[in-house]
């Protein structure tokens, strides 16, 4: 047969091949026109080195299941060497996998370790991130914390400028190619974030309408990770990036431990004048918490304006 026809009998494509062919596990004759031309026993040849390379063996490790079907056996397992070759492959894999498993305990206890020694330069403990009940912060300034932002300002959160702001804070959004924390879906508040954001993008118009002047999402996310979702999701407005908890170590903001990682719970803070005007928390439903924002709105009247000293 020819190239062709042993391509369509395998799936394998030319460059394939031609790789088979130089490492000299199926080798074509040549007719008088040059052509290469196979033996019916190369369908069976490249299927196995195809299945056997699928379980993870290199193409050199088929050498002795494709000699099998050469030398006229039935099946490519059926001689001492295929066999030999299989024990060979299941060592090699087991000897991967326990490397594979002590980088990945290296990597969780340098992560464990980390987490420890940022929570010791902030110099304070993980339950102290907790003292706060968030309600009492009404009338508090805001700190003056600078955050990046994912429309590439680097605002102080202390003169975010006149009008009202919401910063809503949540613990993280997930990516369609990636797994979120073991358990994230029992966390009390966890889940919602990603509806959350999307809420707030398809009501802004009504937000402003009430006097809302800006909207800004605000997670311990990175800002790259954060660009990721803005652009995803096309939010209209900016998320700030706070890795390092600063506006929970200002603030005492509540936080939880997920995956290794210190993540803010999901609460609200409606800004102005520099101050917090009202702190929503805790929120029940992510997904419809813009019209908890909305009815709270609807009861305030008149124009707010930054206290003296603020910009945008």
């Known amino acids: 047969m020819r190239v062709g026809e042993l391509m ?8 394939a091949l031609r790789y088979y062919e130089a490492a000299g596990l199926v080798v074509p004759g040549r007719e008088p026109n040059g052509y290469r031309v196979y033996e019916p026993v190369a369908v069976r040849q490249v299927e196995r080195i195809r299945a056997l390379t699928g379980l993870g063996l290199s193409v050199e490790q088929t050498r002795p299941f494709v000699e099998c079907l050469a030398g006229g056996g039935d099946e490519a397992d059926e001689c001492p060497a295929a066999l030999a070759g299989y024990r060979r492959a299941i060592v090699d894999l087991d000897e991967r996998i326990a490397r ?4 990945r305990d290296g990597l969780r206890a340098s992560l464990v370790k980390a987490t420890a020694r940022m929570a010791t330069h902030r110099g304070i403990g993980r339950e102290s991130l907790r003292r706060t009940d968030p309600a009492t912060l009404r009338g508090e300034p805001m700190p003056g914390s600078v ?3 994912t429309d590439g300002r680097r605002p102080r959160l202390d003169r975010l400028g006149d009008g009202r702001t919401i910063v809503f804070v949540y613990p993280m959004t997930g990516r369609p190619d990636g797994d979120m924390p073991d358990g994230w879906d029992t966390i009390p508040g966890a889940r919602g974030c990603t509806a959350e954001a999307c809420d707030f993008r398809d009501r802004l118009g009504e937000l ?17 990770y954060q660009r990721e979702v803005v652009h995803r999701l ?9 890795p390092r908890l600063t506006v929970a ?4 903001l509540p936080t939880f431990e997920a995956g290794g990682m210190t993540l803010y719970q999901r609460l609200t ?3 102005a004048g520099g101050l917090i005007e009202h702190v929503f928390h805790p929120i029940g439903e992510p997904a419809r918490h813009v019209t908890q924002v909305l009815e709270w709105l609807a009861g305030r009247t008149g124009n707010v304006s930054a206290r003296p000293g603020s910009r945008g």
């Open 269 to 271: 803070l409606v800004v």
């Open 208 to 224: 402003r309408e009430a006097g809302v002047a800006r909207v800004f999402g605000l997670s311990a996310q990175s800002r790259a």
């Open 234 to 242: 096309r939010l209209p407005y900016a998320m700030l990036a706070d």
């Open 8 to 15: 369509a009998a395998t799936g394998a494509t030319v460059r």
């Open 249 to 252: 170590d200002a603030l005492g």
């Open 147 to 149: 955050l990046a932002a």
């Open 100 to 103: 594979l498993t002590e980088q």
